[in-house]
């Protein structure tokens, strides 16, 4: 269960230009469980902080084992987390997020050597003033090298 859960965190640093290598794979090639839904949903409040933290996500992943030793992985999830603090003001974050990745071999979520990872993904955080910012993550990784992409952040006053 743990490294069901830990998957999607680990496949979280990369994901898009991977499509082709993904639909053209061997014969052969084995996906472990086919594609897993987990949902989630949690409150946990922070006394010291007075604020109390809500968090609801949806993850679909698929991983993939080929006979060469690599394993290939797809995830897409949406989220919201809305934190509200003490005097009842709130902010909110919604987002959605596509990964995919490649690597030279997995041992377990924590041991691995990644050969490509990309992520495309975004998300906004409505403030408690009414501000929205959108946080818009293209990129790609080879071999622990950022080759393209990062984030952008584009924040509108409100209306």
């Given at each position: 269960?743990?490294?069901?859960i830990?998957r999607?965190?680990?496949?979280?640093i990369?994901g898009?230009s991977?499509?082709?290598?993904?639909?053209?794979?061997p014969?052969?090639?084995?996906a472990?469980?086919?594609?897993?839904?987990?949902?989630?949903?949690?409150c946990?409040?922070?006394?010291e902080?007075?604020?109390?933290v809500?968090?609801t996500a949806?993850?679909?992943?698929?991983?993939?084992h080929?006979p060469?030793?690599?394993?290939?992985?797809?995830?897409?999830?949406?989220?919201?987390?809305?934190?509200t603090?003490?005097?009842g003001?709130?902010?909110?974050?919604?987002?959605?997020h596509?990964?995919?990745?490649?690597?030279?071999?997995w041992?377990?979520?924590?041991?691995?050597?990644?050969?490509?990872?990309s992520?495309?993904?975004?998300?906004?955080r409505?403030?408690p003033?009414?501000t929205?910012c959108?946080?818009?993550d293209?990129s790609?990784?080879?071999r622990?090298r950022?080759?393209?992409g990062?984030?952008?952040?584009?924040?509108?006053?409100?209306?």
């Amino acid at each position: 269960m743990f490294g069901k859960i830990m998957r999607p965190v680990v496949l979280g640093i990369g994901g898009a230009s991977l499509l082709a290598p993904v639909a053209a794979l061997p014969a052969n090639a084995a996906a472990t469980q086919g594609v897993e839904t987990i949902e989630s949903s949690w409150c946990i409040p922070i006394e010291e902080f007075g604020i109390t933290v809500c968090s609801t996500a949806t993850e679909r992943y698929l991983e993939v084992h080929t006979p060469t030793g690599r394993a290939l992985f797809r995830s897409t999830g949406t989220s919201t987390m809305t934190t509200t603090y003490d005097d009842g003001t709130e902010e909110t974050s919604v987002g959605s997020h596509r990964v995919q990745s490649v690597f030279s071999f997995w041992l377990d979520p924590l041991i691995y050597d990644a050969t490509m990872v990309s992520i495309d993904g975004s998300s906004t955080r409505t403030l408690p003033d009414g501000t929205s910012c959108t946080f818009v993550d293209d990129s790609i990784a080879v071999r622990d090298r950022l080759v393209r992409g990062g984030t952008t952040v584009t924040c509108t006053p409100p209306k």
